[in-house]
T-cell receptor, first 113, second 113 residues
């Protein structure tokens, strides 16, 4: 069964460093999303991406964040200068339809020291 | 922000009992999705409901979408220890959004043998 994959599973970085989180969405999906979940809190929407551009973003997704689909399979989230409060689980999701079923990856646990 | 309220927050029952988890909002959603999440893992999609009044069954799990598409419930019949987990509801709107999911805080279900 097709699934969303994410790498790395864990990332530890120093405050101020750049990190890139990688995702491979389900191959025939067109809508891609990043969410995050701070420990003990709700899953929060960050950004959606369709047709090679950002379609929607939350207040969390400021200038330090960017997304890219560099080729036909990968979808990346870059945080330019990490802050302590960026520590969270980051989930990638994909969907075949806007508003349709979203399938989540296993997540990347990011720890900023 | 359209809030999704889940109740109860925590539910502990004996094996064989039935349970119902509720997901309520004051806003209308285009679709509502139920997930199950294990600690340290990504949400796993259980079902998507899109039509008001819709009922879907997945073995011992029954999902209902309210007529007005503002609320939903998950009912588990004859719960088993394997049903233990965090159940999340998440709503999507396509009228003013590209389908980003708004998550509830979750209901932690514990089924003891």
């Amino acid at each position: 069964e097709p699934e969303v994959t994410q790498t790395p599973s864990h990332q530890v970085t120093q405050m101020g460093q750049e990190v890139i989180l990688r995702c491979v969405p389900i191959s025939n999906h067109l809508y891609f999303y990043w969410y995050r979940q701070i420990l003990g809190q709700k899953v929060e929407f960050l950004v959606s991406f369709y047709n090679n551009e950002i379609s929607e973003k939350s207040e969390i997704f400021d200038d330090q964040f960017s997304v890219e689909r560099p080729d036909g399979s990968n979808f990346t989230l870059k945080i330019r200068s990490t802050k302590l409060e960026d520590s969270a689980m980051y989930f990638c999701a994909s969907s075949g339809l806007a508003g349709g079923a979203q399938y989540f990856g296993p997540g990347t646990r990011l720890l900023v020291l | 922000t359209q809030l999704l309220e889940q109740s109860p927050q925590f539910l502990s029952i004996q094996e064989g009992e039935n349970l119902t988890v509720y997901c309520n909002s004051s806003s209308v959603f285009s679709s509502l999705q139920w997930y199950r999440q294990e600690p340290g893992e990504g949400p796993v999609l259980l079902v998507t409901v899109v039509t008001g009044g819709e009922v879907k069954k997945l073995k011992r799990l029954t999902f209902q979408f309210g007529d007005a598409r503002k609320d939903s419930s998950l009912h588990i019949t004859a719960a088993q220890p394997g049903d233990t987990g965090l159940y999340l509801c998440a709503g999507a709107r396509t009228t003013d959004s590209w389908g980003k999911l708004q998550f509830g805080a979750g209901t932690q279900v514990v089924v003891t043998p």
